[in-house]
């Protein structure tokens, strides 16, 4: 019976000493539980407001991404020469200049503008006539096209040089400015782009301008023709 | 001569410009190709934690240098996952539907009807907000018996910005220009002043394209009483930047 009245003792001795140092040293036992329990205590013990800090510092760093800045080439500008066949008033030789921007590795969109003077029609020449001044016979022409890059390729000259080559198609729409009328012009081609670098490139092109007048007396739909070589940078 | 000093100079001042960016690879491997787009033929493999120099970028397409001194082009997607020098990610995103609604500047290029005459028109506008932008159009119009050449400034409010298709209201004003076309005789070229109001909508095509159609109601401030209205519309492609 003493025996068990003192083991009964012991046990509460232990009991209190145990929740006694639980008190006293509440602070580190609060940091080894993980659990974010109220715990009513006096106003001026700090033993609560350590209590209502996160128990886990959350260390979230920040994803840095950089944008940087890389040089666009997308832009195309150049000048090129070629002879254009101004139906009914000969062949002439064209000079003008072409904007591309490259909106895609497959479309561009592109404003040219060329430009000749016209010599002497059929009639004119046949029946010793003038039916244009010379101011008249100036022949301009700009256009608007969208460019499709549809054969991209390499082209290879002798054993060690390579260039990188591609054929397009240019549809478009522009004006046409020629024997003192302007007139809306469709304009339509094919051209090929040979990159002499990463910048440089040289261009052969076939284009025919489509539009309709009656300069000569009867209305009708004439086709332009013109063909030219070119020089552009990319920038 | 002039033209090609001009050219010159540019392709100088271009070529100085240009910095390389130093990257890491951290895709398992990167495909050089011979020229910026995917029919050109890959020459070169890269692998990952190389080095590369970015040097240049064309149309999604980046010109990179590795160590050993090749340079190729690679497809922007293939850049997505490399690190710069100092270990952060860098972002190489190209033109989405989302760069859309958060892009400043566009151009345009249109085809149409100015009451009756076919019509060219080209333009670039800048956005002031999400919604809200301000346009620079010029339009040429061919007629039969006149030429016209009408600027106009306008507020163009998009209405859905973020989504694929968006509807756009604008209103603005202008000068134009009216030439007569007659060969025999030279009529008096005038201007007058216009306003208008526009509605329309945008279609996010791809990359960078958008297509785009419009109608315009145009209101001609002339000095007499006479009330003169043209309608215009036009249909076109436009593209961001």
Redesign the interface.
Known sequence: MENRLSLFLLISLLAMLNSGCALLGNHKATEATPVNRPIVTGSSSPIGADVMQPVIEPKVER????????????IE???YGGIINIEDFGSHPVIG?RLA???????F?E?SYGQTSAGQSNVETLFNIQLLTES?RKYRNYA?S?GW?A????VFIGENR?Y?T?LYFVL????THF??????TMNGGFGYRL?LN???ATHLDVRDSLYDTS?LGERKVVNNIETSVGLT??? | MRLLLILLACYTTVSLASQPTEVTIKDAFIEMHTGPGTGYPVFFVVSRDDKINILKERTGWYLVKEHQGREGWVNESQLSRTLSSDGTAIQLQGPTLDKLSRSRYQGSLMVGNFDGASLLSISGSYALTEHLSSQLTINHALGDFSSVDLATIDITHTFSPSKRFSPYASIGSGVMRINPITIQDQAQAHTQAVSFIGVGGRFYLNSRLIARAEYHYNHVHTSSDKKEEITEWKTGLAFFF
């Open positions: 994803r840095t991404i950089k944008t940087p800045k890389i040089d666009s080439d997308n500008l150049g000048a200049a921007y490259h909106i895609s590795e497959s479309f969109v404003g008249q608007l969208l890059n054969l991209p390729g390499e390579t990188n591609a478009g729409a522009g004006a024997g003192g009328d302007k007139r809306f990159l990463n910048q440089l300069l940078f990319f920038f």
